[in-house]
């Protein structure tokens, strides 16, 4: 019933910066657990970063320093503000929400809603 948009990708130079922002349907959205994950052609599709219902963010190692995820529970919406973006950051962005709780937050199965992605390209 959760229904997921996200928005704001596009291309940038490398070194430059860009917020992708992910709308969500949901009565209870400050609830949710809410992560992005990104994937490039001929990849596998991994975890990126993840903030709780209670604001705590984990991140994975290849954007730790550059990435930032946020909430705003008034507006429904999670932001990933990117910075120092890299040509290996240029991938499709997927949003994705929890609506249960699991302890676990990294695995592509742990979440039971997606959005359909935005892509992100970063030029040399």
């Known amino acids: 019933q959760v229904q997921l948009v996200e928005s704001g990708g596009g291309l940038v130079q490398a070194g430059g910066s860009l917020r992708l922002s992910c709308a969500a349907s949901?009565?209870?959205?400050?609830?949710?657990?809410m992560a992005w994950f990104r994937q490039a052609p001929g990849k596998e599709r991994d975890f990126v970063a993840v903030?709780?219902?209670?604001?705590?963010?984990y991140y994975a190692d290849s954007v730790k320093g550059r990435f930032t995820i946020s909430r705003d529970n008034s507006k429904n919406t999670v932001y990933l503000q990117m910075n120092s973006l890299k040509p290996e950051d240029t991938a499709v962005y997927y949003c994705?929400?929890?609506?249960?709780?699991?302890?676990?937050?990294?695995?592509?199965?742990?979440?039971?809603?997606w959005g359909q992605g935005t892509q992100v390209t970063v030029s040399s």
């Open positions: 949901g009565r209870t959205f400050s609830t949710y657990t």
């Open positions: 903030i709780t219902s209670g604001g705590t963010t």
């Open positions: 994705a929400a929890r609506t249960y709780y699991t302890g676990s937050y990294r695995s592509l199965y742990d979440y039971n809603y």
